[in-house]
């Protein structure tokens, strides 16, 4: 807040509270959420954040003049105040008070980095969640809804510790080229996409993906498996698709330490990868996760080469590697997984087979 | 008009048309109320309001975020525009064209905007909510546009439920009906709460629909009873109400949910509530909140007190749509 002269910050999404407060803000369903929310006010100089808690509702006048009043006793109307949603009840109750700029600019350098704390908590939902992917393995059998892969894993999850989850598990059946579908924006490859009632067939290809939060941070899970794999094991090619995967990761990670920018990791994926870019279009190589699903650093992305030039890696970033390895006329292979940056290289925040690829 | 081809295409609500149907009716419901605002464009950000205008099936995701558009009504062509990168759970009333997608990089959403039709024209654009940044983004698109206060239209838009909604609703009641039912049995076999929100979720999942409306579902209260808050969508669609057993037998009287009561009359009457349709909605009627709301006729609330809550729909019977133990 110094670097920036901002004196005040108001937050109300939901992983900018939990940043700033550790408070347990309630996350499912999100339009609960919406009408239910602590808002967080941190001021600048003190050491502890506020809690607005509800009764406030920032979506309704009254409400609002309750989150207004508050705020103006603790700030002076002359202050510069960060703001990561205003909504129009505030947009009133605050009137022309305060200097009101993006919350981002302060929050977005300040998660870049992760305390030791924050890794382990991010490492904790990671286990939970790869443990609860292990009862959830061997029902992946012709038949099997994806709603009751969903049913197995949120249980399983729920009473290993999570705190909540923040996507609906996907369970995406892949095609073997981009012609069967679904039609993109970009004719490249659809995902995630949501999971419905539909019974998965004997060798299908699915890409699962999955996100658990424990006290407020998230894991981030993904594979590729194979319908019925016990009796029908990767072919020659599927297999060929899964070391390209472990050879972009493998050549990404080698770079990996603190100074290097993060234009350097993209190149060497996709050097890995043949010279093609192995990573979904409206994605990117990787992202972090901490109180929310995708934080920066975000590595390829539209915002492009010059902006990942200038991300530098350092000490506490978070990288979830999620390359994809497209291989059309017979699919491809997906992947995730997390490591942070440390003082000399890297280390792994996440740890489950690659069943039924590895032996 | 055809059907896409989609993960969907096995679900009976999206075979018969339903869902199609239903968005249809929203879509001109909300063009309605944008008439009656002078908007030119609306511009929505939250999952419910892109389903509610356009019958879009979403993954859903938790949490809330800041502002951005998720969705675009152009009052002079009547079309939607979806932030979309697949049409995966797009019904086909909206085109290929009509889907913009997935932009980390500000410049690029803008262009993607900028191409929606009538919108750089627009002159009274409203919005569901806003953000620091976001009036200077739009600015760049649409240069006359004044931003307004989006929220009464489609707060009006989606209050009075029709017959479609109200029986998504009721159909979601009964996934949460079962769900409860698996909830007391774990309770019985003396389950902790681990197991029982374990229980809960999967028996949601299990019935197809695995999004619950709250991760509060159990609490255990000081004298040894035990609330139990069970809820699922449906499309979209929730239905959800809460019981604490062991049963009091004692329940609140359901006429006070007729229309014109006032927010401030239900505290009186030691009731909060909220509405209910594609998730919470307004009125939000609790401590510090709602005094002067009004409930309007074909709305569906969430009423009750900290031990026991049921779904009404508002009307000069109202309609007690969760008729489970306790309310019978």
């Known amino acids: 807040m110094d670097r920036q002269n901002v004196d005040a910050l108001v937050l109300l999404a939901t992983g900018n509270v939990q940043y700033a407060t550790g408070i347990d803000a309630p996350r499912s369903d999100s339009s609960r959420a919406y009408n239910d929310r602590p808002v967080a006010l941190v001021v600048r100089g003190e050491r502890k954040p506020w809690i607005v808690e509800p009764p406030v509702f920032p979506d309704f006048d009254d409400s609002a003049a309750v989150l207004a009043n508050h705020v103006r006793e603790r700030v002076d109307t002359a202050a510069r105040i960060g703001v990561d949603e205003f909504t129009w009840a505030m947009k009133q109750a605050f009137g022309p008070a305060f200097g009101v700029v993006p919350a981002a600019a302060v929050l977005g350098p300040a998660k870049l980095s992760k305390t030791v704390d924050e890794l382990a908590c991010i490492r904790a939902a990671q286990r939970i969640n790869e443990q609860a992917m292990l009862d959830v393995y061997p029902m992946v059998r012709d038949g099997v809804r994806q709603t009751d892969l969903s049913a197995a894993f949120l249980r399983r999850s729920y009473e290993l510790g999570a705190d909540t989850h923040g996507i609906d598990p996907v369970w995406q059946v892949m095609p073997m080229s981009l012609a069967e579908g679904p039609w993109t924006v970009h004719g490249h490859l659809a995902f995630p996409t949501a999971s419905t009632t539909r019974a998965l067939r004997d060798g299908d290809v699915i890409w699962c993906d999955t996100s658990l939060q424990v006290d407020g941070y998230g894991s981030d899970f993904g594979r590729t498996w194979i319908v019925g794999a016990e009796t029908r094991t990767p072919t020659a090619r599927q297999r060929a698709q899964y070391e390209r995967w472990h050879d972009v990761v493998d050549a990404t990670l080698d770079r990996v330490k603190p100074g290097v920018s993060s234009l350097e990791l993209a190149h060497a994926a996709i050097e890995a990868n043949g010279g093609v870019k192995p990573w979904l279009h409206h994605f990117y190589l990787s992202h972090a996760v901490g109180t929310d699903s995708a934080e920066m650093p975000m590595i390829g992305t539209d915002l492009g080469a010059a902006f990942d030039e200038q991300q530098i890696l350092q000490a506490g970033m978070v990288l979830v590697l999620e390359p994809v390895i497209w291989d059309d006329g017979y699919g491809g292979y997906r992947a995730e997984d997390i490591f942070a940056v440390t003082d000399d290289g890297w280390v792994a925040l996440s740890d489950h087979t690659y069943a039924p690829f590895e032996d | ?328």
């Not at chain 2, 031990?307 to 019977?317: K, T």
């Open chain 2, 1 to 328: 008009m055809s059907r896409r081809r989609t993960n969907h295409e096995h679900c009976p609500l999206w075979i018969t048309g339903a869902i199609e149907d239903g968005a249809q009716v929203s879509r001109e419901r909300l063009l309605e109320e944008m008439e009656t605002d002078e908007l030119d464009a609306l511009i929505v950000g939250r999952p419910a309001d892109v389903r509610f205008a356009t019958g879009a099936r979403q993954l859903w995701t938790a949490g809330t975020r800041p502002f951005s558009p998720a969705c675009v009504i152009v009052r002079s062509t009547g079309r939607t525009h979806v932030l979309s990168v697949s049409d995966d759970g797009i019904p086909s009333e909206v085109s290929h064209a009509e889907l913009y997608g997935l932009f980390w990089n500000p410049a690029n959403l803008a262009a993607a905007l900028a191409a929606i039709p009538g919108l750089p024209e627009a002159k009274r654009v409203g919005t569901s909510s806003s953000a620091p940044g976001f009036p200077k983004l739009i600015g760049a698109i649409a240069p006359l546009a004044e931003l307004v206060d989006g929220t009464g239209a489609v707060w009006r838009a989606r209050a009075v439920k029709t017959d479609a909604e109200i029986d998504l609703i009721r159909q979601a009641v009964s996934v949460a009906e079962g769900a409860m039912d698996a909830m007391r049995a774990a309770l019985a076999r003396g389950a902790d709460d681990r197991h029982m929100l374990g229980v809960y979720l999967e028996s949601i999942a299990l019935s197809g629909t695995p999004i619950p409306p709250t991760e509060r579902v159990i609490r255990r209260n000081d004298d040894g009873s035990v609330r139990l808050t069970s809820g699922a969508f449906v499309e979209g669609y929730e239905g959800a109400f809460t019981r604490t057993f062991p049963l009091s037998g004692e329940t609140f009287d359901v006429t006070v949910c007729a229309p014109g009561t006032t927010g401030a009359q239900l505290k009186a009457a030691g009731l909060t509530a909220f509405g209910t349709g594609l998730g919470a909605e307004p009125p939000v009627i609790a401590p510090g909140v709602g005094d002067d709301a009004t409930l309007v006729a074909g709305g569906v609330l969430n009423v009750g007190d900290a031990v026991h809550r049921d779904l009404v729909v508002i009307g000069d019977a109202p309609i007690v749509l969760t008729n489970y133990a306790g309310r019978t």
